[in-house]
C-alpha cells in the first residue's frame, strides 16, 4: 500500500462521523443481504465486532468511503466481525456479550492481503491474520452463544458491499495495494443490531475487553 493512494483520497469528516454508533455495522458476511423468515420469527439479529480507532480507522473509513461513493455501494464503520448471526432477546444476548468481553484479553489484530469474493458482505475485504487471541476469542464467542462450527471463521475486514466484476476488482487491488500493513488494537466489543438494510444497522451496546 502507498502513501500517495492515501494522500490522494477524498475525505469528509463530517459524512465519515455519521457512519459510527447509530448507522453503520456489519454481520457474519454471507452471500446476500437478506435476513430469513425464520430469524425474524425467533427474534432480533445481532452481531459482535472489533473495531479500529485513531489514525488507522481513519484511513480505513476513507479507503471504503471512496469505494461507497465510487461505485454507489453502501459506507460502513471500518470493522472485523468476531462472531454474527445471533439471534435472541435483547436482554439476554447483551448480558452474554458483557461476560464475552470480561473473558477476553486484549489483543492485536494485525491486517494482511487485499481480496476479493464473489459474495455481497465479502466483495472486497482484508483478511486479518488468523493468529491465536482473535481465533481464541472467536471460539469463545461461538461456546457462549451457541453457534454452529460452520461456516469456518475466517477474520477479515470488509471495504466494499456489492457484487463486481472480477477484473473490476483487481484494478482496484491494484490501486490500493495488495497488501494493507496495518494493525490495531482491540480493546472493545461492540454490539450491533442488524437490520434488513445496511443503513440501518446500530450499536447497541459495547463493553471493554478484560474488563
Known amino acids: 500500500m502507498g502513501e500517495n493512494r492515501w494522500s490522494k483520497m477524498r475525505f469528509d469528516w463530517h459524512t465519515i462521523g455519521t457512519l459510527g454508533g447509530e448507522m453503520r455495522a456489519t454481520f457474519l458476511e454471507t452471500s446476500s443481504p437478506r435476513i430469513s423468515t425464520s430469524t425474524r420469527l425467533c427474534g432480533s439479529r445481532y452481531s459482535l465486532w472489533l473495531m479500529p480507532k485513531g489514525e488507522v480507522r481513519r484511513r480505513l473509513a476513507e479507503a471504503i ?83 454452529p ?31 494493507f500493513e496495518l494493525e490495531f488494537k482491540a480493546s472493545t466489543l461492540h454490539l450491533y443490531l442488524i437490520k434488513r438494510q445496511p443503513e440501518a444497522w446500530r450499536r447497541v451496546a459495547s463493553h471493554g475487553l478484560g474488563l
Open 149 to 179: 462450527k460452520r461456516p469456518a471463521f475466517m477474520p477479515h475486514l470488509s471495504l466494499l458491499y456489492g457484487s463486481l466484476l472480477s477484473k473490476e476488482k483487481e484494478r482496484i487491488i491494484i490501486s490500493l495495494g495488495c497488501r
Open 65 to 147: 468511503l471512496d469505494l461507497s461513493g465510487k461505485y454507489s455501494t453502501p459506507a460502513f464503520e471500518p470493522h472485523v466481525t468476531l462472531a454474527g448471526s445471533i439471534v435472541g432477546p435483547a436482554r439476554e444476548i447483551e448480558s452474554k456479550m458483557k461476560d464475552l468481553a470480561r473473558r477476553i484479553p486484549r489483543f492485536t489484530v494485525r491486517l494482511t492481503t487485499v481480496e476479493g469474493l464473489e459474495e455481497y458482505f465479502r466483495c472486497l475485504f482484508i483478511r486479518v491474520a488468523q493468529t491465536h487471541p482473535i481465533m481464541s476469542a472467536h471460539e469463545a464467542a461461538r461456546e457462549i452463544f451457541r453457534l
